[in-house]
């Protein structure tokens, strides 16, 4: 199987490549149209701002690639939001895979979130033997708000989406690279999809 990590600069690619040597498996980086498209499996990943990040994939074509990619494609943190319509971070437009909207948690909360929350409402293969309210990591200050394709639920504040799906396309606003044993069953997970 081939997997191929997201390499746009913008990315926590290492401890990603270092998740899926655990389970087994080496991911290649690219940030290679072609060997993207010809990937079984696609990780997009992301850390930082989220103009900054779209800027980067504009630049690199990558913009036009990701979104009529045929394989199941995972996005991460950031990367899950750049899949959305829109974000309020930087007023980015999105690659609107999703239709939601990413918006900033108010100033009545710490942010960013940071650190270990549960996750509920777990409605995606995904999911498969994680249970309700398993602990996941975080590092966020935008969310995807609840809407028609959420997966998985989270409280910070107020309810959200702590993951995505539409057809093919996956979003987890967590880090399952981080998230320990649920994080590896859920990239697992991934793999059989």
Known sequence: MKIVIIDYGAGNIQSIKFAFQRLGYEAVLSHDAQEIQEADKVIFPGVG????????????????????????????????????????EGETQGLGIFDTEVVKFSDRVKVPQIGWNQISNLKSKLFEEVDE????????????????????????????????????FYGTQFHPEKSSMIGERILMNFLEV
């Open 49 to 88: 701002e989220a103009s900054s990040a779209m800027n980067k994939l504009k630049a690199s074509g990558l913009d036009k690639v990701i979104p009529v990619l045929k394989q199941p494609v995972l996005g991460i943190c950031l990367g899950m939001q750049l899949m959305c319509h829109s974000s309020e």
């Open 133 to 168: 309210k398993e602990h996941i990591y975080l590092v966020h200050s935008f969310y995807a708000p609840l809407c028609k394709e959420t997966i998985a639920e989270s409280f910070y504040e107020l309810p959200y989406s702590a993951a995505l799906q539409k057809g093919n």
